[in-house]
């Protein structure tokens, strides 16, 4: 990457933690692009010079979040249809700990995150990974598909149940403590092999 490269993109991030701060306090729709520029400290025509809408740095945004949070991750995407059945158990350690450890670190942008749920277009996000993921994963177990979308949705709020509660103690867990609770929950004290 040369130069001009790197500070464009330092300029990127700068405002997309902005935006990021910015909908910490207040809606998306009563953010300006003044004060995204003071907050990033960059003047207006740097904004203008990267982006034409605050919308199109929301779009950014959402993108540097998913980009960071996957960097967290250090498994590779399988194919499905490929996998056996007892690989296809996502809440074990290699999935849990690296999800644990992102909110664990980025605490106030995960909150932001949640509370700016469709703002960030987050739904359609989730709409991917059930259609591509937990439909075919769930089918695989034999789930009825008009059952599939109530199972995810016990798995998805309880883990946030516990995540929320775990914040609200200030992470007083490890992640791997946490995970285990986790693991309890879903499967019981005696679970399928990791």
């Known amino acids: 990457m040369n130069r001009s490269e790197s500070k464009y993109f330092n300029t990127a991030v700068k405002m997309d933690t902005a935006l990021i701060s910015l909908l910490q306090k207040k809606s998306f729709e009563y953010v300006s692009v003044r004060e995204i520029c003071e907050t990033a400290g960059v003047n207006r025509s740097t904004f203008y010079l990267h982006y034409e809408t ?25 194919d499905l249809s490929e996998c056996k059945n007892k690989d296809l158990f996502f809440i074990c350690n290699e999935y849990l700990v690296p999800y644990l450890t992102y909110i664990r670190d980025r605490k106030e942008i995960f909150k932001t995150a949640v509370l700016n749920n469709k703002t960030f277009g987050f739904e359609a996000v989730y709409k991917k990974m059930f259609d591509n993921i937990f439909d075919p994963v769930l089918e695989r177990f034999d789930y009825p598909p008009k059952d599939r979308q109530y199972v995810m949705m016990y798995y998805l709020n309880g883990i946030s149940a516990i995540v929320f509660e775990w914040l609200k103690n200030g992470c007083d867990k490890t992640c791997e403590e946490l995970a285990e609770i986790i693991k309890v929950c879903v499967y019981g004290k005696e679970r399928p092999n990791e």
Do not use: A, C, Q
């Not at 605050?54 to 399988?78: A, C, H, K």
């Open 54 to 78: 605050i919308g199109d740095l929301l779009n950014e945004t959402v993108r540097y979040l998913l980009d960071d949070f996957l960097s967290y991750f250090s498994i590779r995407l399988v």
